[in-house]
Every structure is written in C-alpha cells, then in structure tokens.
C-alpha cells in the first residue's frame, strides 16, 4: 500500500477526510443541484450517513483500495475528489458545493489528484464519467486532460435509476505535465543530443533495482534504472557516481561500474543516448532520497514494470545476461 500525504495545490489542500467534516460536508452534498450529479449520492441526503461515509472512507484508505479526500480552502471544506481502485485502474471522482463553483477549483482538485495517482500507484489508466448535461463536469475532464472514450449506463441513487454517461479516460501521456514546458528554441532542436547515464543496480540476490519517476516530472509514474544527466565536462561514470550519491545515498566507485550497453531514442524536442551500466558493489544502504519508490525486480519480472521508452529495450538484453 502506498503511504498517502496530504496534497497541496496553490490555493488547496487535498487530505483525508475527518469526522468533524460531517457537519460541513451534510451542508453542501446536500442540495439537489450537487447530488442529482453524483452517482452514489441519495437525496435528501441524511445528516448521519455523511457520519458513516467519513468513516468508511477512511478504512478504504487505510486498505490502500480508495482515496475520498476532502478539499480545503483556506480552513474550509469546499467539496470532495476521490478515487476507486479496481486492479490497475480507478475511478475519479469529484463534486464542489455550489457556492464554490466558478472558481476553478475542480479543475484545481482533480487534476492534481489525477496527477499523483498515476506518479504515485500502480495505476494504468483512470476513468471518469459525466452526465450529458453536466456540462461543467465535462469541461473539467477534459480540461485536466482526460479523453471521451464513449458512453454508457450507470444507475443515480438520487434520479432513481440508471442514466446515460459520457466516459472518458486518462494516461499518463495524455495529462499535461506540472512542469514548465521547455524554452521553444530547444523544443524546436529535434536533432539536439541529450546525454544521460544510467545503471543497473544488482544485489546478492540477482535482483535489479527500478527507481519511479516522480510526481512533477516528464513520465511520471514509469519505471526507470537508476541515472540522471551528464553535465557539460563530466564523464558517464563520474554523472552516475554523482548521480547515486545524491539520489540513493550510496556510493560507487568507476572500477564497479562496467559498461553494458546504450539506448537510443528519439523524443519530441531531442535524442537520447543512455549508456546503461552495470554495479555490483557500492557501500552504504540504498534508499530513496528525492522522494522515489524503489523496487527490487527479478530479471525475468522487468517488463512487468511499466518504463520510458528508451528503457524498454533494455530490459531483454538484461534479462537475457543475468
């Protein structure tokens, strides 16, 4: 199970829900123009069950299998996003109390929470649907950057049975990055070579660490070897000692690092050239320094672990070494 955290945007706070929420919660999700928009959602909706729901919500988090979150403004619980894990999908959800809308603040919520979901679990994709006429919900979707993906039924405790939804869907290709987007003039320099160096971790047991990219950068959620840039002047080896030291804490030295092979690949605005090495020996304990998940994968389960491009060639040739 992953450890939740509160999550911050520049005007929210994104964090589980506590049984003093009931009150303010019962006041908002209780009006016709908020439920008759949510699918599980009775109304009238009773003062107790916002109670009961609190409470289950925090059972599921503690399992690992929801995250029904409050969303705080300045003190205040404004509405409510949540997700639904079911295998390596989820569901999003999300609802504002009416005297918050116009602000933006769905937008604000969801796609942050659509963000860290995808960086952070072992998702694939996240799904989400609207009713046709809730066209505010849907320029949310789409907004944040989720894509139509057809239509279906789903039953609306509050309208009394099942209704026709749009469905729509998101990867971690088609939400926008949180990260400014590159200067145009390197955007534009398809043929610039960026040079990074990357390792092969391999402990007594025969098994290679994965490091996952993080919340806020490019592919964010994938797998990778561990490495980063080389810096102008810097050689392969002495970028993957720097590299190592700062974001496992441990150190290598250029005798443990043997060269094995190199990836190249074509991605929009540049071409990487990624020599991959491999390491045995290195002193110190291995642990995530920036924040990362780190896994321990036998070679033979690597491609069940989901990686950039450039990586994934990698991976046979490994697997077929060790």
């Avoid at 989720?146 to 939400?175: C, I, K, P, W």
């Avoid at 960026?194 to 797998?223: N, Q």
């Avoid at 924040?291 to 450039?310: C, E, F, I, N």
Wanted: hydrophobic share 45%.
């Amino acid at each position: 199970m992953i450890p939740f955290a509160p999550l911050a945007t520049a005007r929210l706070l994104l964090r589980p829900l506590r049984a003093e929420d009931a009150a303010a919660l019962h006041r908002l999700v209780n009006d016709w123009d908020v439920a008759k928009n949510l699918a599980h959602v009775p109304f009238p909706y009773p003062r107790d069950l916002a109670d009961g729901w609190i409470a289950d919500t925090q059972e599921r988090l503690d399992k690992g299998v929801g995250y029904s979150l409050a969303i705080e403004q300045d003190g205040a619980l404004v509405g409510c996003a949540g997700l639904t894990l079911k295998g390596d999908e989820a569901e999003l959800g999300y609802w504002i109390g009416r005297r918050f809308w116009g602000q933006g603040i769905a937008a604000e919520a969801a796609g942050r929470l659509a963000t860290w979901a995808l960086a952070t679990l072992p998702l694939r994709r996240l799904h989400a649907q609207a009713l046709p006429d809730n066209a505010r919900s849907i320029a949310v979707l789409r907004r944040i950057g989720f894509q139509d993906d057809g239509e279906g039924e789903a039953e609306f405790v509050s309208r009394g049975g099942a209704m026709r939804v749009l469905r729509f869907v998101a990867t971690r290709d088609s939400l926008p990055l949180p990260e400014a987007p590159a200067p145009v003039a390197e955007a534009a320099a398809a043929s610039r070579i960026l040079l990074v160096a990357a390792c092969a971790l391999i402990d007594t047991d025969g098994r290679v660490l994965l490091a996952r990219r993080p919340e806020g950068k490019a592919l964010a959620g994938l797998w990778e070897f561990p490495g980063g840039k080389v810096h102008p002047g810097e050689t392969p080896e002495a970028a993957l000692i720097r590299e190592l030291h700062e974001e496992l804490g441990i150190d290598v030295t250029e005798a443990c690092l043997g060269p094995f092979t190199f990836a190249s690949h074509a991605y929009p605005g540049f071409h990487l050239l990624m020599p991959l090495y491999l390491c045995r020996r290195w002193t110190g304990t291995v642990t995530g320094r920036e924040g990362q998940a780190l896994a321990w994968v036998r070679p033979q389960k690597l491609s069940d672990y989901p990686m950039p491009p450039a990586d994934v060639p990698l991976v046979a040739l490994l697997r077929d070494f060790l």
